[in-house]
């Protein structure tokens, strides 16, 4: 389950109503001023004409009300205009004939300008929906269940309208076992979330068809490589990852590209997960002069494995101190899957002053079912 994306409602759907609530409270707003207009007018010594400050009122109207409060709202101010205007004797009067003029006047500006408003908030809602869809097919929420594992999410854009950055994240069940991506591309923006789009549809498909996770770590650096080219001469496109193979012995099996070490949460600890030998990034293979590194941990039951982005562990205080995630884990290491990532959202966003320094990801990867044995070979024929 991805923490963040605990409510089905699009945020953009969400928007939409905000809107409406706010249309239907701002009313509040050009009453009040009309209240204080009158009283104003009222107080004010006979010979003394404020009338024209009636006048603001369906001006205020256009900000915060709909086209039709906003006719309700020029209506109610031209009859209080007009009832001050007999209590003071100058009904009939040109000034009085003025100020209703007036008021009409702004009250019909205020309309064409509240439904202009009101448009281009509706196609602003439609343009977050739409971004806010396709942000979902690139980043898809963490399932909660996979074979023999359950799954937590959190994701942190450094943009706070934004659902992803450079960050990405896999889990898929396939016929080799889960096997779950983890990346941090370099750079930030549009372009980074591009080469991000690139590498989950190659894991996407490479994940279900080959069999080794050195095959699939080929099959990733080329991906890497190919939109490298494709992005220019003068592209340095590269990312640190980790791919995770869970299968169903009581193992995990991990290919590190450069990245962050995985935690393994066991009895009340958390330990590194060290590789023998660190990868180098997606995207620099022709520097490498073996294969890739594939390392093989016990992963028992009730084992949990955190993967995470260096936006986690590069997160600053104040004072220039790195978030300590090892020594915050081994105090929460009790905590279930989801209310230990919302610890860890809270934490490090406190350590960092309540701001997104950079994208930040963590998947929590927690063995629930026992192990079942491997098949024994049998005899061809």
Not at 136 to 163: D, F, I, K, S, T
Request: charged share 20%; net charge positive.
């Amino acid at each position: 389950m991805l923490v963040q994306e605990r409510t089905h409602v699009p945020r953009a759907r969400r928007a939409v109503g905000e809107v409406a609530y706010g249309a239907t409270v701002g009313i509040l707003v050009p009453l009040l001023a009309l209240v204080v207009s009158a009283v104003l007018v009222l107080w004010a010594p006979s010979h003394t004409r404020f009338g024209p400050v009636f006048a603001a009122v369906p001006a205020l109207a256009a900000a915060t009300c709909t086209v039709t409060g906003i006719a309700c709202v020029g209506l109610l101010t031209s009859l209080t205009s007009l009832l001050v205007a007999w209590l003071h004797g100058w009904l009939l009067d040109a000034p009085s004939l003025g100020t209703i003029i007036c008021i009409a006047a702004v009250s019909l500006a205020a309309m064409w300008a509240g439904a202009v408003r009101l448009r281009r908030e509706q196609e602003l809602a439609d343009v977050r929906l739409i971004a806010e869809t396709a942000q979902r097919v690139v980043l898809r929420p963490v399932p909660e269940r996979l074979g023999p594992v359950r799954l937590n999410g959190l994701y942190l854009a450094a943009h706070h309208r934004a659902r992803i950055g450079g960050d990405a994240y896999e889990c898929l069940e396939t016929a080799f076992g889960v096997r779950v991506l983890i990346a941090d591309i370099r750079g930030k923006g549009l372009p980074a979330v591009d080469a991000a789009a690139a590498l989950l549809t190659c894991f996407r498909e490479a994940a279900h068809t080959e069999r080794s996770l050195d095959r699939l770590a080929k099959r990733l650096e080329d991906s890497t490589q190919r939109y490298a080219r494709s992005a220019g001469a003068f592209s340095e496109c590269f990312a640190t990852a980790v791919i995770v193979e869970i299968p169903t012995e009581e193992v995990v099996r991990i290919v590190h590209f450069g990245h962050p070490r995985p935690l393994l949460l066991r009895s009340g600890c958390s330990v590194p997960l060290t590789p023998s030998v660190s990868g180098l990034p997606l995207g620099f293979g022709d520097l490498a002069q073996a294969g890739h590194h594939l390392v093989t941990r016990p992963f028992r039951l009730g084992d949990r494995i955190l993967l995470y982005t260096d936006g986690v562990t590069e997160c600053r205080a104040d004072d220039g101190t790195f978030y300590p995630l090892l020594r915050r884990l081994q105090r929460w290491t009790g905590l279930t899957g989801a209310v230990l990532l919302d610890t860890l959202r809270d934490d490090l966003l406190r350590h960092g002053g309540g701001r997104r320094q950079d994208d930040a990801a963590l998947i929590l990867v927690e063995r629930v079912d026992a192990a079942i044995p491997a098949p024994s070979a049998r005899p061809a024929g």
